[in-house]
């Protein structure tokens, strides 16, 4: 039997062949069609077009043959089941052809309406609806969009040249609006329309319905790859589609007069959380009227208040159908529909997009009935596993961010606003054009942009990824510039309609002031209100009430929503997570932020501070075994201190201490006028620091003279730390605190260096243990990350209590790959697919990954108690703590802010099992 490459979906359960489980290969819209058709939500039929087929497409640069074939079997059994038939002189059917992949890419992919329009056809529909105006309306609309989507990319034509055209005869005829025009003139346009066509594609336009439908469908597959395409699934990550399917449904028609409508509406608010239906509609209109903010459109509460009863009965409709898709997929909906003649039809449903308030606020409240602000009902959709697996990382991330400060902000006159399209607070340089926004913040990672457009399109996402904030003057809640914003958790605000952007004198201007390119302006995208200059920020609730000891904050409902999400983490989750902290503040915040011990905490950071680290060049620079030991002991004090402060503060949870680890020259001043500084501290001649520098310049530093390979050379370095972290341990015990220091050495790749130093520690560990008789317990372990310590790791952990996976060496030694530099060539690996994401923000499961599930394997042959855990960066990256938990390790360790994340992360994955 053939493969399968079209499905059907309408006419009831019976007829559809598809359902919600299959969006890999109908896309999440043409799975979500057939899902609703087969829960009676009234969707106009039609059938979906696998991404099977679009990857034979992309591969062998033509379709599968079955697949026209299997086309026109489904168009026959469309035909019947609508009565109509395409190109029909009399009663003609028209079609859309829609793009839709697995994974929801907004505005990436362009939809082409009114298909099976001709010379012909046109009349039939007048004629069977009465209407020749929507006839025409249909037509014009038709040859725009299949010139500017399906031949626009082989030819000179776009849409601006139509709407060139459409503007001249609105003037000529002195009409308003678009709804203004005649059929006679509308009829009137579509000759020009098609004039215009031949002009730029050099051929008339296709009057064979069939080759309009061929050509489109090819125009989708087309569209899979390009820039823009190809840019925003880069942007979002987005990887392991095979393509996109097409959906070519049965058009239905909201611009037959003032009973129709087409709009696009939300269960609940995208950027406050509010469960409350919100959306947008226009009255006799089509398709993209609404996104593309031509019109203003209407506020969908409004519905219920228009004049024409047939719209008001639809939209009673509508929201019971919302409510209904709510329950039926147990997540808050973003929904498309189209009102023709009071007959309400659905054109799409997906999960909704949501900023990070709105997500926890959607979970939390879908599991406990209760609406977080005010304390009334809600249902109940959701169990709390349910609705903890709704939450993302980004969510929880999005909620520590800073807010304006409130009596700041008060201060200010708004020299605008805006719809408040995606909340938070952002600050920066005005820029007008993406590009340049996306160079200046290549350029300069740290440039913080707020970019200003008209409206923003697909081809503005490089940009909107590259600032903090985005200002638009056109478009509203649902434009392009919002939706893509709310996905990203950007701070936006849209439709600032006083607004005049001038692009070209790179200035704005707005109340009869001017304001250039690089002025400083601030958006608070909670209220949609713009400032110029900057507005101090003002932590978050939860930061508040966590880190600076704030007890109002704690009465917060978004605090309130963060302990709830907490809680439910932490029932979940089996493995422990744990901080990098070097510092007692670090300690303290990270145990606010729900920490169980540190998994990592650097040393090295302790010998730049204050005037200590002329000791540790006193250290360098010394040529004797007694300079050496001289310049060591004084740095014995400061480092005890430390320690005692980190044990304090993290009272009796574990602490795992790296011993010293980067090159001595990072220790060193690398500028002439540093070295006379340094050399006059030290009292030495200037000759000898240059000379020590020059000694400790390596090729590779990296690779060099760092780690355990520091400590071998000077056992007196491993001998003073040794004693620091247990003499501060024992004093903070001796005073009640419970201490549980585990003392790791890095950078070892065979056994015997691990030996070596272990045998130091242990030495000056236990004697300071028994002069001061206390029970202080300790570990000694090591970190696993050279690919050699992960191949002998039964042998490591001989001596070994305990393993971290420390990834970002690991995975810098597997790949071969310098940390430092890739910069200059990941961005070329992504978009060649020759990597999927960057190995150094989310752990390479199948090569690096292979090593630490190895080297747990093999460590726990030997010491099946053996503690394993990661303190790599990728230990607050949720995928990569989904892999820790999957591998078994005992714990993550990560940053302070990160920890919740982690703790989420950590529970999600012992939720999927
Ligand atoms: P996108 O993925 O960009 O949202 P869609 O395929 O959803 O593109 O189409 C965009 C718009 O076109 C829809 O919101 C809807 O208004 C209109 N549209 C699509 N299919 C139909 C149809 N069968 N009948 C009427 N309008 C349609
Ligand atoms: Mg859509
Ligand atoms: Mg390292």
Redesign the pocket.
Known sequence: MAKKYVYFYGGGKKMTDGDRTMREILGG?GANLAEMCNADVPV?P?FTVSTEACAVYEDKGSYPKEMMQQVKVELAKLEKLEGKKLGDAKNPLLL?V???AAQ?M??M???V?NLGMTDKSVKGFAEATGNPRAAYDCYRRFIDMFGDVVMGPYSTLNHHHFEEALTKIKKKYKAKQDTDLTAEQLAELVDDYKAIYKKHVGKPFPQDPMKQLELSINAVFDSWQTERAVKYRILNKITGLIGTAV?V??????NMGDDCA?G?AFTRDGSTGEAKPMGEYLVNA???D??AGIRTPINLDEIVNEEDQGLVKAGKQLLKIMAKLEKHYKYPQDV?F?IQQGKL?M??TRNAKRVGLAGVRWAVEMATGVDQMTGEKLPKLLNAKEALMTVQGSDLEQLLFPIFDAKAEAKQTPICSGLPAGPGAAVGAIVLNSDKAEQMKKKNPNQKLILVRHETSPEDVGGMGAAEGILTSTGGMTSHAAVVARGWGKCCICGAGDLKINEKKGTISVGGKTYKEGETISLNGSTGKVYVGEIPSESSPIVAALVEGNKAAKKHWIYKMYEVVSEWSDKFRKINVRTNADSPADSKNARAFGAEGIGLCRTEHMFFEGDRITDVRRFILADTDKERNAAIKKLLPHQRKDFVGIFKAMDGLPVTVRLLDPPLHEFLPHTEADMKKMAKELSVPLSKVQERVAELHEFNPMLGHRGCRLSITYPVLCEMQTRAIIEAAVKVQEKGTKVLPEIMIPLIGTKAELDYLEKIVRRVADEIIKTKKSKVKYMVGTMIEIPRAALTADQVAETAEFFSFGTNDLTQMTFGYSRDDIGSFLPDYLEEKILETDPFQQIDESGVGQLVEMAVQKGRSTRPKLKCGICGEHGGEPNSVKFCVRTGLDYVSCSPYRVPIARLAAAQAALEG
């Open positions: 819209k106009p039609g859309s829609r793009s839709g929801s907004p505005g992919m362009d939809t309406l959906n449904q049965t058009m239905v028609f909201g087409t696009v089509q398709g993209e609404v996104v498309e189209t039809y054109l799409q």
